[in-house]
Each structure stands twice: as structure tokens, then as C-alpha cells.
């Protein structure tokens, strides 16, 4: 069976002192793609006979009493490992703003994924984004990276993306996400600390900068 990821990110593209200074790109990689599809499915139609009505899970836009069932699933399997990525926006080259930086925080994030490992085949979804321009350049930039870290290990792939509410796995991605950048961005570990466990990767990738542009 093909190894599947699942990727989101977590943060902003505003790069000035005056905004949040973290951006997480995480992947949700499993053997088993269907694990939480029941879950949130019977959790949805649950909120939903409540009054709460819910597309998808979204960390940052779903009240706490649903982050809470949420995270009280996701933090119950160990059908998953999570790899991700932080960024320091205040240490990211000005040549790189904006979506630049997706070229070196996903090649480092797809070499954590597939490691030394001979694999059949990765299969890649990753969230959609409404940015016409972001969305372009994280296809290509996805893509070429991609196509880089694979070939050189003769791994066959895909790569899709697809709106999270089509998978249950791309809405823990984002929560995923979410939680981790919590942690970096606001100190708050209350729901990093239920996913701990399944971090294989937390790699801060531009810690050891020497520069600061502002």
C-alpha cells in the first residue's frame, strides 16, 4: 500500500515586525488514509443536530468546545505521524518573501518524510488554497520539489489538491498545524501537548540565521 501525506500550513505571508512571526508547514503522513473519516463524520452530524452546523474542521475558526472533540480524537490514534517545518519570518531573506519560502521549507519537509526509506509509492494531497497567485506558485513549487526529492530515491508520485473538506486527514493537518504554531507563536502548548507524541518532526529551520531583516 502507498505511503499517503496529507499538508497544510499554519501562519501568515506579512512579513513586518507588527505581525505574527511564525509560519508552520506540517504533513500528516499515514499508511492508512481512511482513520478519522467515521470520527468526524459522526462528530459533525452530532454538532450538527446541536445547532452547529460545520463544512469541515478548521483549527482557527472553530470554537474552542469543538477544538476540544477534535483534538480529543486526532490525540487518541497512533494510526499517523506528523513532520513539520518552522519558519521565522523575521529571519527569511527578502528574495524569499512572500511564497519564496515554499521551496526550501517543503524540500526539507519531503526529505523528513520519506527519510532513507524505499518506498512503493507517496501519494500527496494538499490543501487548496483561495489565493489564485499562492495557489499557482505552490503547485509549481510543490512540484518541482517534489519531483526533486523522489526521483533521487526512484520513489513514484502524486500530488493533488483538493479542498480539506474531502479528507478527514487534510482537516488534521491543519490542526496539526495549528497547534504547533500555537506553541511557537503564542506559547500555548495546551494542544500541542496532545499531539506530542506523534511529532517525528519539529525542525526550525532557519534557527541557526545569523541575520534579522527587521
Known amino acids: 500500500m502507498p505511503l499517503f501525506a496529507f499538508l497544510d500550513e499554519s501562519g501568515d505571508y506579512k512579513f513586518a515586525r507588527e505581525h505574527p512571526n511564525f509560519l508552520v508547514y506540517a504533513a500528516v503522513v499515514t499508511s492508512t488514509p481512511t482513520i478519522f473519516c ?3 463524520s459522526a462528530l459533525k452530524y452530532e454538532l450538527h443536530a ?4 460545520l463544512e469541515r474542521f478548521h483549527a482557527c475558526e472553530d470554537q474552542q468546545v469543538v477544538r476540544n472533540r477534535v483534538f480529543g480524537i486526532i490525540s487518541q490514534s497512533t494510526g499517523y505521524v506528523v513532520h513539520s517545518i518552522v519558519v521565522r519570518k523575521n529571519k527569511v531573506n527578502p528574495v524569499l518573501r512572500k511564497y519564496g519560502v ?7 519537509l519531503l526529505r523528513y518524510m520519506v527519510g532513507g526509506y524505499k518506498l512503493d509509492r507517496v501519494c500527496i494531497l494538499v490543501d487548496s488554497v483561495p489565493d489564485r497567485s499562492q495557489q499557482a506558485t505552490l503547485k509549481s513549487t ?3 520539489r517534489t519531483t526533486d526529492v523522489m526521483n533521487a530515491r526512484a520513489i513514484p508520485f502524486t500530488i493533488d489538491h483538493h479542498s480539506s473538506c474531502s479528507h478527514a486527514l487534510l482537516q488534521v493537518a491543519d490542526y496539526c498545524a495549528w497547534a504547533i504554531y500555537r506553541k511557537w507563536q503564542n506559547n500555548d502548548r495546551r494542544s500541542y501537548d496532545l499531539i506530542r507524541g506523534r511529532i517525528r ?6 534557527e541557526r540565521g545569523d ?3 527587521y
Open 142 to 144: 510543490l512540484l518541482a
Open 211 to 213: 541575520t534579522n531583516y
Open 50 to 53: 446541536q445547532g452547529t452546523c
Open 102 to 108: 515554499y521551496s526550501t521549507a517543503y524540500k526539507t
Open 38 to 40: 467515521q470520527e468526524f
Open 201 to 206: 518532526n519539529e525542525y526550525d529551520i532557519f
